[in-house]
C-alpha cells in the first residue's frame, strides 16, 4: 500500500501533460489573407518562423521570416480543413494578427459572414486588425518591412507604432468592427492596403506596405464605398484618437510660400440642433498646432486663421463625399440617439437620422495654442 501511495504523484504528473501541445509541433498563423471567387472562398495563410524573429528585430537575410499557403472552399470553415491537408503540424490560432478581405469579398457581402465564421473559434482575439486591399493578397502577405525588419514589425501587424507620428487613418480590429456592423446608424472605417514602390536598395525597388485611404461598410450595405485623396482627410479631425498628424497651408510672410503646421489635441464636440421637424448640428474642434514661428504677430494670428479655415474644409469635405455614399461618417445619428432620445425615436428612419448637405449647420475648429507655449487665438470666448 505505501509503495501505491509513493508513485502516486508521478501518475498525476503524467496526467496533467497527456494533453498538452509542444510548441515546436504547431505552426503559427500570424495574419490571413480572405478573397471570394468563382462562388469560392480563398484563404492565404501566412505562417511566420518565430525562432528567425524572436532574437532580433532584424532577421537572418538568408531566411525566409513567412511562408504562405493557399486554401480554397464553398465554406469558410471548409478552407480551414483544405490547409490542414497540406501541413506537417497543428495550425495554432492563438497569435493571429490580422485580417486582410479583399476589396471584391467586402463588394460581394462575404466581410461580416467571415467575421461571424472567426469569433467562433476560441482561440481568436477580438484585438486582431483588419485591413482591405485590391492588391494580390499573397504579394501584400510576403511583403516585409524597410531594411529587413522583423515581419511582426510591420505596418499591418503593428499599426500603433507608426501612428503615433502620423495619425491619418486609425487601425480597427474585430471588436470594434462587430460594435459598427451590429448598429443600422454606424459604419465600420476600414483600413485599405496599397502596394508602394517608393523606397529602393541597392538590389532595386524594394515593396512596402502603404495606408492612405478607407473602405466604408454598415449593416445595410457591406460595401459602400472609397474614401481617398482630400476626401479621407476630415476623419482625422473628428476623432480624440488622433495623436499627432499635419495640414499645410499657402502662407504669405514665410520663407516659403507653404507652412507645414503639426497638429495634436484633437477635441471635436457634436452639438445637435432639434427644432420641431429637423435636427442640424454644429461641429466644434479644438486643438494645439505646432507651427513655424514668425515674431510678426499678425502673420502668425493669419496662419492659425488659415489653418482653422483649412480643417473646416476638410472636415465639410469628407462629410460630403460620405454622405455621397449614404454614410453617417461622423456618427451624427449616434449623437442624437444618446443625448436626444426622444426627437431620435420622433426622426429616425430605419436607425438613421436623415442628413443632407444643409445638415451641418457650422463647422467651428479652434487652435487653442501655438508653438508649444505660446497661446494664440482669434477667438474671443477661448479659454
Known amino acids: 500500500m505505501m509503495k501505491k501511495l509513493l508513485f502516486l504523484p508521478?501518475?498525476?504528473?503524467?496526467?496533467?501533460?497527456?494533453?498538452?501541445n509542444q510548441p515546436e509541433r504547431m505552426y503559427y498563423l500570424y495574419g490571413i489573407g480572405i478573397d471570394f471567387e468563382d462562388d469560392e472562398y480563398v484563404m492565404y495563410a501566412q505562417i511566420i518562423d518565430f525562432t528567425n524573429i524572436a532574437k532580433s528585430d532584424q532577421p537572418n537575410p538568408e531566411a525566409s521570416q513567412a511562408e504562405v499557403g493557399v486554401a480554397r472552399g464553398r465554406t469558410f470553415d471548409e478552407v480551414f480543413f483544405n490547409l490542414y491537408?497540406?501541413?506537417d503540424e497543428r495550425l495554432f490560432l492563438g497569435q493571429l494578427e490580422y485580417v486582410i478581405f479583399?476589396?471584391?469579398?467586402?463588394?460581394?457581402?462575404?466581410?461580416?459572414?467571415?467575421?461571424?465564421?472567426?469569433?467562433?473559434?476560441?482561440?481568436?482575439?477580438?484585438?486582431?486588425?483588419?485591413?482591405?486591399t485590391d492588391a494580390p493578397l499573397e504579394e501584400v502577405m510576403l511583403t516585409t518591412p524597410i531594411i529587413n525588419k522583423a515581419i511582426t514589425l510591420?505596418?499591418?501587424?503593428?499599426?500603433?507604432?507608426?501612428?503615433?507620428?502620423?495619425?491619418?487613418?486609425?487601425?480597427?480590429n474585430f471588436r470594434e468592427i462587430l460594435i459598427n456592423l451590429d448598429e443600422p446608424s454606424h459604419s465600420a472605417i476600414i483600413p485599405f492596403i496599397e502596394i508602394s514602390e517608393n523606397w529602393s536598395t541597392d538590389k532595386g525597388p524594394d515593396t512596402v506596405y502603404s495606408i492612405e485611404s478607407v473602405v466604408l461598410v454598415?449593416?445595410?450595405?457591406?460595401?459602400?464605398?472609397?474614401?481617398?485623396?482630400?476626401?479621407?482627410?476630415?476623419?482625422?479631425?473628428?476623432?480624440?484618437?488622433?495623436v499627432r498628424s499635419e495640414i499645410t497651408v499657402k502662407m504669405d510672410g514665410f520663407a516659403d510660400p507653404y507652412v507645414t503646421n503639426v497638429v495634436q489635441s484633437i477635441k471635436p464636440t457634436i452639438r445637435p440642433i432639434i427644432n420641431e421637424d429637423s435636427i442640424h448640428f454644429e461641429l466644434d474642434v479644438k486643438c494645439v498646432v505646432e507651427g513655424v514661428e514668425s515674431e510678426n504677430q499678425e502673420i502668425m494670428e493669419k496662419l492659425i486663421k488659415k489653418v482653422e479655415e483649412t480643417m473646416e474644409k476638410e472636415?465639410?469635405?469628407?462629410?460630403?463625399?460620405?454622405?455621397?455614399?449614404?454614410?453617417?461618417?461622423?456618427?451624427?445619428?449616434?449623437?442624437?440617439?444618446?443625448?436626444?432620445?426622444k426627437a431620435w425615436k420622433k426622426m429616425n428612419e430605419?436607425?438613421?437620422?436623415?442628413?443632407?448637405?444643409?445638415?451641418?449647420?457650422?463647422?467651428?475648429?479652434?487652435?487653442?495654442?501655438?508653438?508649444?507655449?505660446?497661446?494664440?487665438?482669434?477667438?474671443?470666448?477661448?479659454?
Not at 467571415?114 to 482575439?125: G, T
Not at 472636415?315 to 432620445?341: C, G, P
Open 315 to 341: 472636415i465639410e469635405t469628407t462629410y460630403k463625399a460620405a454622405l455621397k455614399m449614404d454614410v453617417d461618417v461622423f456618427r451624427l445619428s449616434e449623437t442624437v440617439y444618446r443625448k436626444h432620445n
Open 350 to 383: 430605419d436607425g438613421v437620422i436623415p442628413l443632407d448637405e444643409n445638415s451641418i449647420r457650422s463647422i467651428n475648429v479652434e487652435v487653442v495654442k501655438m508653438n508649444g507655449e505660446r497661446v494664440i487665438s482669434n477667438r474671443k470666448d477661448s479659454q
Open 154 to 172: 510591420s505596418k499591418v501587424a503593428d499599426p500603433t507604432n507608426s501612428l503615433k507620428q502620423s495619425s491619418l487613418i486609425q487601425p480597427i
Open 218 to 242: 454598415n449593416l445595410q450595405d457591406p460595401y459602400k464605398g472609397h474614401l481617398k485623396g482630400d476626401d479621407v482627410r476630415g476623419l482625422q479631425w473628428m476623432t480624440e484618437k488622433t
Open 102 to 132: 479583399s476589396e471584391e469579398a467586402v463588394k460581394q457581402h462575404k466581410g461580416k459572414a467571415i467575421v461571424n465564421s472567426f469569433i467562433r473559434y476560441r482561440e481568436l482575439r477580438y484585438t486582431t486588425w483588419t485591413y482591405i
Open 85 to 87: 491537408k497540406s501541413m
Open 10 to 20: 508521478f501518475f498525476l504528473l503524467l496526467a496533467g501533460c497527456w494533453d498538452t
